[in-house]
Structures are given as C-alpha cells and as structure tokens.
C-alpha cells in the first residue's frame, strides 16, 4: 500500500469511527440498561457501521490483511481500535460506548444462551410435542436419550388439560432417565402462544379446490358457511380475526395454508375479500379447515396486537409450567412490554421470554425488539421462517434470515432457528440433500427447532450427528438487495 493510499484509508477509517462515536452517544440515552448495556452498545455500533460503511472501504480493509468490520459483528469498535492501531494510529478520543474484545464477547453470548436454553453441547433442540406422545413413553424417552433438551408446547392447538398431560408424560420419562443416569439434564418447556394468526373457519366437510384464474370469497363472519363454486357464486370460506382485514386493498396478496394458495384482492365489501387466485396453476388444491393466512401488503399490526385475549388467559398456565414464552407474530417493542406487564401480573418477571420473527415489521423493528427484549431477565428471538418467507418472499428469505443472526449476534442475543428443518425426514422418513444443507446452515444459531412428525426421532438423531460434526464458519458480506431487506427502522 503507498502511503497516499494509506493515509487516504486512515482517513475514512478515523471518519467511521468518529460517526460511531457521535451516532452511538446521541441515541444511548433513549435505551436506558443496566444489565444489558453491553448488549446495546455492541448492537447500536453495529447498526451504525450497517448504515455508514462504504462497500469499497471493507474491500480496502480485506484487501490490505486487515480485519472485515461487517464480519466483526460481536466487537464493532475493538476491531476499529485494533485496525487503527495496526495502522500506526494513536490518540483516539473516547466513546462512550462500550469496547468488548471477541473473547469477552463469546462469554457474554455463552452466559445468555446457557441461561436462556439450558444448553447441551454445541447447539440446544427443540421438538414440538405431539398429543400422541401422552400414550407413547417410548418415544419421549428416545428424544430425551437422543438430544432434545427443549419441549416445545403450541398453545394454538389442544387445550390446557392436555398441555398438562404431555408435560406430566414427559416428566415421568425424564424422571426414571435421570434416576438411571441416562440424562444429565432437565429439559425444558416452551410454551409458545397463538398469536393473532388468522385462520380458515369451519367449512363442515365440504370440499372446497382452487386454482389460478378462480375466485374465492374470504367471509369476514366466522360462522358463515364455507361453500364451493356454484353457477352463480364463487367458492366461500369463513376466516378469522375480522380485524385483521381492515386495512386490506385492491391488489394486496393473501396466501394461504404456508403459500400453497397465493390471491390477489379484487373486490371489498362489508361481508368478505374476494381474492383473484393465482397459485396453483394447475392442479386445484382443497382448502383446509384452520389453515393459516398471511396478509403481508396490510397493516395488521396496526389493528391486531401480537397478544391476544387467548394468550392473556393463556398466560395463567403457561407461567405456571413453562420455562420459556414464545410470542408469536410480534410487531414492535410495545408487545413486548405488554407481555412484560402480563408477565408480572402473575408474579412470573423472571420466565424466559422468545420473540419469534415472523413479520415484514419485526424484520424492520428486530433491533428496537431487541433493545426491549433486554429488560427481561433471560431473553431470545426465533426466526420463524413460515410465515416469514411468505411476509418477505421466499426469494429473499436467505438474505434475511442470514442479517436476523447478525443483528442478533451484534447484541449477544441467543438465536432459535426454526421451522421446515429436516421437515421431509420427520414426516416422509428420509431427507432431501438441500434439508440437509439447511439444517447444516441453521447451526449458526444456537438452537434449532423441529415440528411434529411419524419419524421425529430420526430427524433428532440426525440433527444430533449434524452438531456433533461441528459449526460452518462465519456469515458472508452483505449485499445491497438484502440490506435494503432488512434495514432497521427507528434506531437513530
């Protein structure tokens, strides 16, 4: 490098730093912590790096032998320092943000991971417990044996009576597992509450198929009775959740069941949404009673919190038997503290709380969550990939689940990476090679998360192999497309 160069590299470096410095102590004041300051500092550098960096000045740096700034996520400005430092420069004025070092970062990461999930090695698993299990000692006990270390509970199906019966199933298992000393340690259990997921309504038995070019009307009372096409109607269904539509409009898209069924609006009335049907294109496909629905053009948040009158009675229960919350759909800081004043209500401040990433707006608002979620005493995000491809489009879900984990790792917050892992192998009995390669991908967070299905002890068994194998390394570089994906909103 000639010195002009060199000088030239100082220069921009000195400018970054000094932005960090001036953007970090203005906007520290509005994010008052005291346990989780580190946690903040670290995250609130990174933010400012994401939005000041130029793409040539990292290039520089990697080019020279010098440290990747975006790939020191976990100690934005030790590694300033230290690239500054290699570079003969000295003198810098202080900050008032925190400077962690890698090392102490890991162990800050580590101590919140460990609290959080009990953890087992290099990576905890979560298994969704299925009613089937109450009857089925056996295989609770080859979960147990064969590396879960999480029951995950989902309070949109089944009631409290049978939540009881799966925990106490479980208990018993892992009661005679430890006297054997078969198992070193408790599993947890997560409680993960409905949400204001919008779902199908009752359509008493009729079949009811969909393809590209039909229309289908979405009725906006519950108790209307789906019916299919007639000569004179489209094809009916009740949904859910009439709230949720209020701020729908002429060519928003609605999917359906996970994206099977994708529609464009194309007519509002006070009764219902009439959808233009775009997927399938071919073969119909039968609409299922209680399937989901994604509206990711609307607003929801605007009229549907993320806690819902069922989680608030819900929450009796779960304080009483859970380890962990899960909140699903969050939308904002502001669910978070509503759960914060729940929780307290019943006594139970200290339960762990997980908030699950599953909405364009908690994408764009993960840094205030977070920032929130660090008032609560152990604290976690979800990458709910569900409902987050269809919010964000499958096509960029890679992107953005990849900059969720940096973000994440910026604030040493304990990552759970959840939904479609080793999905064909739970419920078909043998993986696919790109699942494979997902659930390899997924052991950058720190714990992974699988649903229910007939050979859910194989996907354990293989999933524990796969962590035993060891991490990949690292994140790759940010590109341009997958930053606007995910930029931050309301930080600075």
Same mark, same amino acid.
């Given at each position: 490098m000639t010195f002009d160069k060199k000088e030239e590299l100082i220069e921009q470096i000195i400018e970054l730093y000094l932005y960090l410095k001036q953007i970090g102590e203005q906007t520290i004041g509005n994010y008052p912590l005291t346990e989780g300051a580190l946690n903040r500092d670290n995250l609130l550098a990174?933010?400012?790096?994401?939005?000041?960096?130029?793409?040539?000045?990292?290039? /520089? !740096?990697?080019?020279?032998?010098?440290?990747?700034?975006?790939?020191?996520?976990?100690?934005?400005?030790? $590694?300033?320092?230290?690239?500054?430092?290699?570079?003969?420069?000295?003198?810098?004025?202080?900050?008032?943000?925190?400077?962690?070092?890698?090392?102490? $970062?890991?162990?800050?990461?580590?101590?919140?991971?460990?609290?959080?999930?009990?953890?087992?090695?290099?990576?905890?698993?979560?298994?969704? !417990?299925?009613?089937?299990?109450?009857?089925?000692?056996?295989?609770?006990?080859?979960?147990?044996?064969?590396?879960?270390?999480?029951?995950?509970?989902?309070?949109?199906?089944?009631?409290?009576?049978?939540?009881?019966?799966?925990?106490?199933? !479980?208990?018993?298992?892992?009661?005679?597992?430890? /006297?054997?000393?078969?198992?070193?340690?408790?599993?947890?259990?997560?409680?993960? !509450?409905?949400?204001?997921?919008?779902?199908?309504?009752?359509?008493?038995?009729?079949?009811?198929?969909?393809?590209?070019?039909?229309?289908?009307?979405?009725?906006?009372? /519950?108790?209307?009775?789906?019916?299919?096409?007639?000569?004179?109607?489209?094809?009916?269904?009740?949904?859910s959740n009439r709230k949720a539509f209020r701020n729908v409009r002429v060519g928003d898209s609605i999917f359906i069941d996970d994206g099977k069924i994708h529609g464009k609006v194309q007519q509002i009335t006070s009764e219902y949404i009439q959808i233009e049907i775009l997927l399938p294109v071919r073969r119909p496909q039968r609409i299922k009673e209680q399937k989901g629905l994604n509206l990711p053009d609307s607003y929801m948040s605007l009229n549907v919190p993320a806690l819902t009158d069922k989680d608030t009675r819900d929450l009796s229960f779960v304080t009483r038997h859970a380890d962990i919350v899960g909140l699903s759909f969050v939308h904002s800081p502001l669910d978070l503290k509503k759960l914060r004043d729940e929780l307290k209500r019943h006594d139970a401040a200290n339960l762990a709380v997980v908030a699950k990433i599953e909405t364009k707006d908690a994408v764009h608002h993960l840094a205030r969550i977070i920032l929130e979620g660090l008032n609560f005493e152990m604290f976690g995000v979800m990458i709910a990939r569900g409902d987050l491809a269809i919010e964000v489009g499958a096509e960029n879900l890679s992107y953005v689940q990849e900059d969720i984990v940096a973000i994440c790792r910026a604030a040493y917050i304990p990552v759970i990476w959840a939904t479609g892992v080793l999905e064909r192998l739970t419920k078909k009995g043998s993986p696919s090679r790109s699942e494979i390669t997902d659930a390899v991908q997924g052991l950058r967070a720190d714990c992974i998360m699988l649903n229910k299905g007939p050979f859910i002890v194989e996907s354990v068994k293989l999933l524990n192999k796969l962590i035993k194998a060891g991490h990949p390394g690292g994140i790759s570089r940010r590109t341009a497309t997958r930053n606007r994906l995910t930029n931050q909103y309301g930080i600075f």
């Open positions: 990174y933010l400012a790096l994401r939005e000041r960096i130029p793409a040539q000045l990292e290039q /520089q !740096l990697v080019e020279n032998g010098l440290a990747s700034l975006l790939q020191s996520n976990a100690h934005i400005l030790y $590694s300033l320092h230290r690239i500054l430092e290699n570079l003969g420069v000295e003198g810098l004025p202080s900050i008032e943000l925190s400077t962690i070092p890698p090392a102490y $970062s890991k162990d800050i990461l580590h101590s919140r991971v460990k609290a959080l999930l009990g953890k087992r090695g290099n990576s905890s698993i979560i298994v969704t !417990l299925d009613v089937s299990m109450i009857h089925k000692p056996d295989i609770l006990e080859d979960l147990l044996m064969n590396g879960m270390s999480i029951a995950r509970i989902n309070c949109a199906h089944e009631h409290e009576a049978t939540w009881e019966q799966m925990i106490v199933a !479980l208990r018993n298992v892992e009661k005679r597992l430890m /006297q054997e000393e078969k198992v070193a340690e408790r599993c947890k259990i997560f409680m993960d !509450l409905a949400g204001p997921k919008i779902r199908i309504g009752k359509l008493q038995g009729k079949g009811i198929f969909v393809k590209k070019g039909d229309l289908l009307r979405l009725y906006l009372e /519950q108790e209307q009775v789906g019916h299919p096409a007639t000569g004179e109607f489209p094809a009916g269904v009740p949904v």
